[in-house]
């Protein structure tokens, strides 16, 4: 695979870009500028921010690339500097299913890389993708060296259960259209500024909120009838974000319905 080093299982993830590559490290250096900007490392000091980059890598998937699957070593923390990857939760009684889409500013795998624990998720390249990654090792003598870092890591984590309680609010959702909207206000609420899309399908969203295929169409209908999304070949732009949580949290709000804008239960 273009710039890895494979270990003996084939996943991409112990793979380093050659320092001496020039364009890689321009490619680098993008990359740690962009993901200073957004998300958990734009709300870390600048310390820090100097302490985590110059110890990352930088990764490129190939779409369908799997980074790391569910019970592998713990190798690392990652960020999505371009590009989208899909993370595969298991669930009793099937296969492992899509759980989240995250793009540029999408850090992952931090729980395993800060206590060694192997991977609960698997994560697959939804599209070609470049990331950053900084190995455990390095972690752990950043820990070491500097406890103060663990204020910043803490945020990550917060961050996350935020997310996952976003998520288990949207699967408690019994009307369709509302568990819809809370999952794509979840996907998009960690878009770099500026950026709306939701990169999911239709068979994605019915993934994401557990929900058949006519249910997951009735519900986008309804929500893009109101204004609050626009249908795209194998997205969603999520045009009003707001509206999209007005609508989840609070029934009663302007704009958003006072009964299910669909019939049936989930």
Do not use: C, N
């Given at each position: 695979m273009d710039g890895f080093e494979s270990n003996a299982s084939g996943s991409p993830e112990s793979g380093l870009l050659v320092r001496g590559d020039?364009?890689?490290?321009?490619?680098?250096?993008?990359a740690d500028v962009l993901l200073r900007r957004v998300t958990w490392l734009a709300q870390t000091p600048p310390k820090f921010q100097d302490q985590?980059?110059?110890?990352?890598?930088?990764?490129?998937?190939k779409k369908g690339d799997l980074l790391y699957d569910v019970g592998d070593d713990a190798t690392g923390l990652f960020?999505?500097?371009?590009?989208?990857?899909?993370?595969?939760?298991?669930?009793?009684?099937?296969?492992?299913?899509?759980?989240?889409?995250?793009?540029?500013g999408f850090w992952f795998g931090d729980i395993a890389a800060l206590t060694g624990q192997p991977r609960r998720v698997g994560i697959v390249a939804r599209t070609d993708c470049r990331l950053l990654r900084v190995p455990r090792a390095q972690i752990v003598r950043?820990?070491?060296?500097d406890p103060e870092v663990w204020r910043s890591f803490s945020l990550l984590l917060a961050r996350d259960y935020a997310k996952a309680m976003?998520?288990?609010?949207?699967?408690?959702?019994?009307?369709?259209?509302?568990?819809?909207?809370?999952?794509?206000?979840?996907v998009v609420e960690d878009n770099a500024p500026g950026v709306t899309t939701a990169p999911a399908s239709q068979w994605d969203i019915g993934e994401l909120a557990h929900l058949g295929r006519s249910k997951v169409n009735a519900s986008l209908k309804a929500l893009e009838s109101r204004g609050l999304?626009?249908?795209?070949?194998r997205s969603i732009d999520v045009v009003d974000a707001?509206?999209?949580?007005?609508?989840?949290?609070?029934?009663?709000?302007?704009?958003?319905?006072?009964?299910?804008?669909?019939?049936?239960?989930?």
């Open positions: 020039a364009g890689r490290l321009t490619e680098k250096r993008q985590l980059l110059t110890r990352a890598d930088l990764l490129r998937l960020g999505v500097a371009e590009g989208h990857v899909e993370v595969h939760a298991p669930r009793a009684g099937v296969d492992a299913t899509l759980s989240f889409v995250g793009g540029p950043l820990t070491e060296a976003g998520i288990i609010h949207a699967l408690k959702q019994s009307d369709p259209a509302r568990r819809v909207a809370a999952m794509l206000a979840v999304i626009q249908r795209r070949y707001a509206g999209l949580r007005i609508f989840v949290h609070e029934p009663g709000a302007p704009g958003a319905p006072s009964r299910p804008l669909t019939k049936g239960r989930s």
